[in-house]
T-cell receptor, first 114, second 114 residues
Framework: KAGVTQTPRYLIKTRGQQVTLSCSPISGHRSVSWYQQTPGQGLQFLFEYFSETQRNKGNFPGRFSGRQFSNSRSEMNVSTLELGDSALYLC?????????????FGSGTQLSVL | AQSVTQPDIHITVSEGASLELRCNYSYGATPYLFWYVQSPGQGLQLLLKYFSGDTLVQGIKGFEAEFKRSQSSFNLRKPSVHWSDAAEYFCAVGAIQAGTALIFGKGTTLSVSS
């Protein structure tokens, strides 16, 4: 069974631009979550989507948004990029809503904002 | 406040020696506990998880962890370390109410010497 797939693997953007990251969950998994990983702040929860609805949101500004499609694939968008948005963005999927079945992570998208 | 503490930033262990990585948590609800491993430039791989029941849980790659409620700890152990175990290890805590919003520790980097 294929794992969580994230595209693109690397992105370079400039301040003020916007970016869209994509995530395909493990087949059969219906929940997709996003995390931001930085050296300073570590791993921080962004949001969780289940059945195309945002179920939970972390403490991030409104510039960070996401959506989930009927096939469970998810996209994350960051508008008006800031230097501090440079991070590894990790997508995780789980079979059901919540983490009781475990969260399975992709390899991430490394975003660099110049 | 909810938090996860991994007291050791970096540990070096000789190949073949035993390993114990420490994790302490502070969480208001009944916790789910996880250990993840991350190799450079990669996503997180789930090693093991604890939800309830037997407080000693077995995971992949020969790892195990013991939940001690009285000490708010969930330490990871391996009896004999292999050079391929060198990576960064993260402890995380969650709960039913939190969905997939896990709180991660800052991580412990494991180096293996020959």
């Amino acid at each position: 069974k294929a794992g969580v797939t994230q595209t693109p693997r690397y992105l370079i953007k400039t301040r003020g631009q916007q970016v869209t990251l994509s995530c395909s969950p493990i087949s059969g998994h219906r929940s997709v979550s996003w995390y931001q990983q930085t050296p300073g702040q570590g791993l921080q929860f962004l949001f969780e989507y289940f059945s195309e609805t945002q179920r939970n949101k972390g403490n991030f500004p409104g510039r960070f948004s996401g959506r989930q499609f009927s096939n469970s694939r998810s996209e994350m968008n960051v508008s008006t990029l800031e230097l501090g948005d440079s991070a590894l963005y990790l997508c995780a999927s789980s079979f059901e809503q919540g983490a009781s079945q475990g969260l399975f992570f992709g390899s991430g998208t490394q975003l660099s904002v110049l | 406040a909810q938090s996860v503490t991994q007291p050791d930033i970096h540990i070096t262990v000789s190949e073949g020696a035993s390993l114990e990585l420490r994790c302490n948590y502070s969480y208001g609800a009944t916790p789910y506990l996880f250990w993840y491993v991350q190799s450079p430039g990669q996503g997180l791989q789930l090693l093991l998880k604890y939800f309830s029941g037997d407080t000693l849980v077995q995971g992949i790659k020969g790892f195990e962890a013991e939940f001690k409620r009285s000490q708010s700890s969930f330490n990871l152990r391996k009896p004999s370390v292999h050079w391929s175990d060198a990576a960064e290890y993260f402890c995380a805590v969650g709960a039913i109410q939190a969905g997939t919003a896990l709180i991660f520790g800052k991580g412990t980097t494991l180096s293996v010497s020959s």
